[in-house]
């Protein structure tokens, strides 16, 4: 049976996810300072090998990760498959591959177009919830990773994240992400962020992103005993983090030509 307040935080670097891995190595330092026990892979450690091992040896409540992805499969640095749905849309999902890693689990992924099946079919497997979305995540790139626009439309997702830490049910996780994409999107507009430059994109990536919002699983299910969580800016400031996901960074559109044609 997975541990309580253990959390398993997967965080690929090339082709752009140094961003969403920005952020999310910040929600994990949050859970960290307050005492629960947290697992980064980030970058080349976030290969299907360290994850299964990680699995293995930590039996994570909880699995965070972002990566690129499809309706039939989730994937990690250098665009490996780690989780696939068989399905004849896509050559890339011929075989079921570790699905047995969310057996028991919650799953919340940062990943395009998993919530659309593979979110529903890994429930099915023995998940026991997942947090994804059915369509594209957009983000905003025109500025470095972890810098106030860019964590924008990261900071509702790991809102669910903290809610889970804290003793919160899915179900309070699956509402605070709904309610922070609502109050991102008010900063954005009526706050102190309308003043950026980038504020209208950045609040159209939020809404676009939040109607593609899915879940599934037992939303009465918890994850850890509640716990306060410490108050950490949202703002990462190791500036050798950051230029080391920068130097890291990849071709996204060079692995959606790859995996996303229709098979003949």
């Not at 980064?40 to 299964?52: K, M, S, T, Y």
């Not at 979305?133 to 924008?152: M, R």
Request: hydrophobic share 40%; with cysteine.
């Amino acid at each position: 049976m997975p541990r309580l307040g253990v959390f398993l935080f997967i965080e690929p670097s090339q082709h752009y996810l140094s961003y969403p891995s920005c952020a999310m190595s910040i929600t994990a330092r949050k859970l960290r300072l307050a005492g629960l026990k947290v697992v980064e892979l980030v970058g080349g450690d976030a290969n299907p090998d360290r994850i299964r091992s990680a699995v293995s040896s930590t039996d994570p409540a909880v699995i965070v990760g972002t990566g690129h992805g499809l309706e039939c499969v989730y994937t990690v640095e250098c665009t490996q498959p780690l989780i696939v749905m068989p399905s004849g849309m896509y050559d890339i999902c011929r075989e079921e591959l570790n699905t047995d890693l969310a057996v028991g689990r919650v799953v919340h992924l940062i990943s395009c177009r998993t919530g659309a099946d593979l979110g529903r079919w890994l429930v099915g497997k023995g998940a026991v919830a997942f947090l994804g979305n059915s369509e594209d995540v957009l983000f905003f790139i025109g500025k470095p990773p972890c810098t106030d626009e860019s964590l924008a439309v990261f900071r509702p997702e790991l809102r669910a994240v903290e809610v889970l830490a804290s003793g919160g049910t899915v179900g309070d996780a699956v509402k605070a992400r709904r309610q922070a994409y609502l109050e991102e999107i008010e900063y954005w507009t009526v706050g102190m962020g309308r003043l950026s430059e980038d504020a209208p994109l950045i609040v159209r990536l939020l809404r676009v992103n939040m109607d593609s919002l899915t879940e599934y699983g037992d939303v009465y299910h918890t994850v850890s005993e509640p716990t306060e969580l410490p108050e950490v800016e949202m703002v990462y400031g190791t500036a050798e983090r950051i230029f080391g996901y920068i130097t890291a960074l990849g071709l996204a559109a060079a692995f959606i030509h790859d995996v996303s044609r229709p098979r003949e």
